[in-house]
Structure formats: C-alpha cells, structure tokens
C-alpha cells in the first residue's frame, strides 16, 4: 500500500483534477490522504504518507529523507499571482513595521524574509496560521498564498500588492519552484514500482487536467468567489513542469536560502527513478 497526499487548492488541481474526476485511475494499491499544505508536510516527514506535494523549502529541509519526483512542480515563470504581498505602504516604506507571515508555505515566508533582506529592510514579523484566519488588527502588511492570496486580490484591500515570483525574478532572471511532489526514501526504496507508477498517473493526471481549465475554473470560481475568466488567467499562469529553467532557479534558492542561514546546510536536488 502506498499513501498518496492530495490537496484541493486551485493551484494544485491542474495535477489532481482528473484523478479526483475518475478520468485517470491510480494503481489500486494507492490509498489517498486529503489535507491542507502544512498537514500534509507534516504527514510526510513523519512516515505517514509517502508521496506528497511539499513546498521546496520543506524538501529542502529533510533533502535527505526525499526523492523529488521529476517533471512535477508548481512554479512560475514572471509571476504566479496566489503568493502575495499586501501593504499599505510601499515596500521601501516597511522597515521596522509590523508584517504577517503566513505559517502555512514555508518556501513563501523565506523568500520574502530573503527579498526583504536584498532590499535593506527589516520588519517587524508576526506569524499566523491560516486555519486561524487572517489577522483584523491594524497590521502594516501581510503574506497570503493560494487561495486566499486569490480572494483577498480580489477585494482590492491593500493599495500595494507585491508578486513574489515577479520580485524573484527581476533579481535572479529565472523562473521560481514553489512546490515539488516528492517521495520518502524509504517508501520508494520499498516498493520501487508502485511509486513509478504512481508518478505516471500523476503526470497523465496533469496532462488530461490541462486540456480541462475552462472547466476547473468554472467549477471553482462561484466557491472563490472569484470570476471565471480570474481563475482561468491564474491556471494559466501557473507551470507545473519541472524544466531545466526551473530546476536552475530552485538551485539558486536553495543557495541563497544556505547563504543567509535560513538554511542549515546546501540540500542536494535528488531525483526519483535517476
């Protein structure tokens, strides 16, 4: 048996969308887990499910436990517009301000700690748990990804909104990796087989669910709140094909992330099935 972690999210269902929908079958021996992101880093790293979708930062914490799975990613190219940065101010403006992190992407929060850093400010940080909701004091910026980062766009909230894929790269001129579907170690080194198998249905999933994004956004926008054209932009702007561009920026990240401590060593990008 091989436990296999999904999440609902919009961005992710141009992976799942058609396994969800019975189109493509997983191998019967797959049991699937549903959760939310930090459920299912979690579930991960405690042996609880073999394959998942992680954030590249939490791969790269526990590199030595993993196996990236290849060709799956949820990354973009200029911007990705559901990992965002809400101010009242402009962002030169925050130093010393009190900003909101967001606990539940953990690539997400240290790539702006990084972007804050390269720019010479340093807030004042407070963190928060999704499954709290968003905080309502008056705080001077936030952190949001998926799907609210999506909803709160959409308000017209903040005057300064910030993509953080846009802001990578216009520094760095390469795409940005914010999550990988990757394996345990010991689950692939157990059953070799049904991981392969497993990670075809996934790219056969992502290949069918591509040709599908009218509609996943129709489906998904009235439950948003979000129009359906929004939510069609969005997919579109998404990649989830781990390319040579990608991985080169994943690299990149990874360094700057063990340049600046954040990171305790440099994690090696290890592959499944190499």
Known sequence: MLRLGIISYLNTLPVYYAIEKGLVSLPPEVEVVKGVPSTLNRLLAKGELDIAVVSAFEYAKHYRR???LPDLCIGAQREVMSVLFFSTVPIQELHQKEV????ASLTSKNLLIHLFRRMGIEPIYREFSMEDGIPENDYMGILLIGDDALRMLSRNRFRHVYDLARLWNERYHTP???ALWCTRREAYRGNPRLVEECWRT???SRE???RLYRRIAEEKAAELGLGI????RYLNTLNFRLTRDYIKGLSIYF?????EGLLDERPQLQFAFH
């Open 66 to 68: 993993y196996l990236i």
């Open 100 to 103: 909101y992190l967001t606990r």
């Open 176 to 178: 940005f990796v914010f």
């Open 202 to 204: 996934l790219v056969r």
């Open 208 to 210: 069918i669910s591509h």
């Open 229 to 232: 054209k929004e939510c069609l």
């Open 255 to 259: 360094e700057k992330m063990y340049q």
